[in-house]
């Protein structure tokens, strides 16, 4: 007598209609476990539209690779789900989709309305006169010899460098860089080489201290108004306008000094400095 196998039509729909993609699986989980997107909007600090876009796993919708990978690990931890594997799989569908070419289409110059008007070259034309100007005049006092009284005056005015006896100038390099992030934010900290020193999701209040031996440090991120950057325990200059994607920033204790310098009296967002200004 042959074996008769029971054919179970239900578990052949459920597995008929096992998600596949990424986006399919978060979506599934998440509303197994009740939840809306607005709620996982909430959750993970990331725009509706952008989990909208994961959920259809339409990567070209989102600002880059990186946004896509980390929000997609945040998408995935705030429904308890394994983040590194979701996040492998968004790899590997970026890599195999036309991401890259969607992006490179979008900036073709094929619109005549990006032509630039007459106005507009007149006035870049005007900018350029004026640069060339600039420079010869420069150049004309550059290389024109200081006269004696010029070169007593210089000296006058130079200030005298006081120094605390015992004191010991501490090199740039060797003050420590700490990142402290103020909300959640994503971002990617890494080398002239690549190698990634941090990576992913910084929770409000985590703090991060750049390795003194990181050699051209940068980094990339979406929201750099969510963190205050300390070099050697005095605060430096924000890294960019808030909500805008900055990315090959150096942040270096050189770099960041060279900031401060550049922008005396600057104050972080977050720090004592700024929340005293009332008294």
Known sequence: MADETEFDPDAANASAIQPTTPGAKLRAAREAKGLSLPEIATRTRIAQRQLEAIERDDYAALPGIPYAVGFARAYARAIDMDDVAIAAEVRNAVHHSDMGANRYEAFEPVDPTRVPSRALAWTAAAIV?????????????????PTGQEIAAQEEAKPAVVRPVGTVPVAPAAQPVVFTAVDDVWLRIYDEAGERLKDGLMKKGEVFTLPTDAKGP?????RPQALTVTVGGKPVAPLGAPDRTIADVPVSAQALLARAAAAPGTVTPGTPAAASTGN
């Open 129 to 145: 006169v004026v640069l060339i100007a600039g420079f010869t005049i420069w150049r004309t006092q550059m290389f024109t010899p």
């Open 218 to 222: 940068m980094i990339l991120t979406g």
